[in-house]
């Protein structure tokens, strides 16, 4: 099977299951509008991978980042799980999409790829079940000091993207 | 979504949940977010080397070649650094070029000190078709970091359209170079048609003696013979826009260029000394010369011919004439348009002018409904035509209507060949 169908494959499969995830949880609870629309947005984010609208793919993403937002309130781990799951499909579509005009890309990159993500899934997975499994109390000062370091670490990380 | 994009993509939605936890006071939120930081970690550790040592060496099948004939084009990028992960590569197809085989993009890695090739075939209709730099974008795994340099490579290939082979033009220019050649020189000496008769002079050939003058005359005579040398000729390409007809992407400016090429082509292995003036988008002057390199410079400059519509080269009047070498001969190249007719006169009184005139008329005719109308409308326009160029005939102009669905070859054969030259002198009664 050429590798690029491999990625198609993982992404759809990806989107099926951050919204599958989403569903079922809301499914169970009883929470039949939130499984709808988490299910409609499924659908619509597999369509788009049909298409040629790239910016649909960010745009999915992104709902997916807010209904897990959502689910946070139900269940931390069926959101968490649906998050890693959007960031897999987001991420392999969008790769999928950058070997599209190329004729018969080699399939090395497509495989170190799918390792390097497979990578950071195992290591987002091992992080958010620590931080899941381990509740400790922080107060609102170290937060704060936590999101200023994060905000320092992006933007030096994104001027060395921009040089 | 490449570079600073996806790094601003997923910074602020990391971002935005980690402030929505914090108001919110929900931890969870937070972490939704480790996947995005885990993300844009990762790919900051593989982060593209600081020096990247790219070098492009580009090679063509052939450096000439025919209409529609396909050339290989293999591009090399040598990596002189570290690894890079991701490569994209794409060679800017210049825009008389179609792509024939394979794709003119390549996407790879390469290792460090290794090299990769992309190769594919183009083919064109005609012209210099010039490859400046390769587009490389070089970015990492994830693609969060990303450069994109031009890289130096050139290459050219000349695509000439194919063309007839002419077989005689027979021409009469009022100053022939020293050289020998092939042009009647109008003077006497060493050649093979026979010129005259006169007197004996020691040193003259036995074999010259003309016996029967002698006897006459009672003195020596010898027989002379015309002289054949090389001449001057300058051919003028018309290249102006609203001098051309085009018919469903067909133009009668292509069967100009082909029959300029087949003039060269004659002109040059005549041995002439040979120019070459393309009039229409700018002076495309080429100076004059002889040989091979010559007929090289020629079919290049032809070959690349455009056409143009600039305002100052809408009639002939700014021919630069003081380019053309006095004496020589002319050949223009091109549909006369009615206000050409004096310019043409004009060129005569100083050069021997020679119009090859693709017929405008018949090639725009062949894609008309013969209506009525329009059978009316051509038969004015050939009277016209035919009225115009009766004017320039009387002038001693010599024009081949060429209607171009014939051979070119068999036209000018036909037109300006020995039997054409013959039947022109009876018909004045010289013979």
Known sequence: MPAQRILWRVARTAWSTSHGILVLLWGMRGEWPWAALAAIFGVLAIANSYGRRAWGVSLSFLVLLALSGVATLWNSWAAFGSVLSGLIAWDTELFARRLEPFLDPPNAIVWAHLKRLGAIALLSGALGTVALSFTVSLGFGWILLIAFGFLLAFSLLLRQGLS | ?431
Request: aromatic share 8%; hydrophobic share 45%; glycine share 8%.
């Open chain 2, 1 to 431: 979504m490449l570079g600073p994009r996806r790094w601003a993509f997923l910074g602020s939605a990391a971002f935005l949940l980690i402030l929505i936890g914090e108001i919110l006071r929900q931890g969870e939120l937070l972490v939704l977010a480790l996947p995005l930081v885990c993300y844009l970690a990762v790919g900051f550790y593989f982060a593209l080397p600081d020096r990247i040592e790219l070098k492009a060496q580009r090679s063509l099948s052939e450096q000439r070649v025919l209409s529609e004939e396909p050339v290989t084009v293999r591009v090399e990028l040598e990596n002189m650094g570290a690894k890079l992960e991701v490569v994209e590569f794409a060679d800017s197809v210049p825009s008389l070029l179609k792509v024939r085989h394979q794709h003119s993009t390549k996407i790879d890695t390469i290792p460090a000190g290794g090299k990769i090739s992309l190769e594919y075939a183009v083919a064109g209709m005609r012209g210099l078709a010039r490859w400046k730099d390769l587009s490389v974008t070089v970015t990492d795994t994830l693609g969060l970091f990303v450069k994109r340099m031009e890289l130096p490579c050139e290459g050219e290939v000349l695509i000439v359209p194919t063309f007839e082979r002419l077989d005689e033009i027979l021409m009469r220019p009022r100053r022939t170079r020293i050289f020998s050649g092939q042009v009647k020189a109008r003077l006497g000496g060493t050649g093979i048609e026979f010129f005259g008769v006169r007197e004996y002079y020691p040193g003259d050939e036995r074999r010259y003696i003309n016996w029967k003058a002698t006897a006459r005359k009672d003195r020596l005579i010898v027989n002379e013979f015309e002289q054949e040398r090389v001449a001057d000729v300058i051919i003028l390409l018309d290249a102006r826009e609203r001098s051309d007809v085009a018919i469903e992407g067909v133009s009668l400016f292509e069967h100009s260029v082909r029959a300029a090429l087949s003039l060269a082509h004659y002109f040059t292995a005549q041995g002439n000394r040979v120019g070459l003036l393309i009039y229409g988008r700018y002076l495309d002057w080429t100076w004059p010369g002889f040989g091979r390199w010559q007929r090289e410079k020629l079919l290049r400059a032809i070959a690349s011919a455009e056409k143009g519509d600039k305002a100052v080269f809408e009639d002939l009047e700014n021919l630069p004439t003081r380019l053309l070498l006095a004496g020589s001969q002319l050949v223009f190249v091109g549909p006369i348009l009615d206000s050409d007719v004096k310019t043409i006169i004009d060129l005569r009184l100083r050069y021997e002018v020679l119009c090859i005139v693709p017929n405008p008329i018949l090639f725009e005719s062949a894609s008309l409904a013969r209506t009525p109308e329009v059978e009316l409308a051509l038969r004015l326009e050939h009277l016209r035509r035919r009225g115009f160029l009766t004017q320039l005939r009387r002038a001693g102009i010599r024009i081949v209507d060429w209607d171009v669905t014939k051979p070119l070859a068999s036209v000018v054969r036909g037109e300006l060949g020995r039997t054409a030259w013959r039947a022109a002198l009876v018909r004045r009664g010289v013979l």
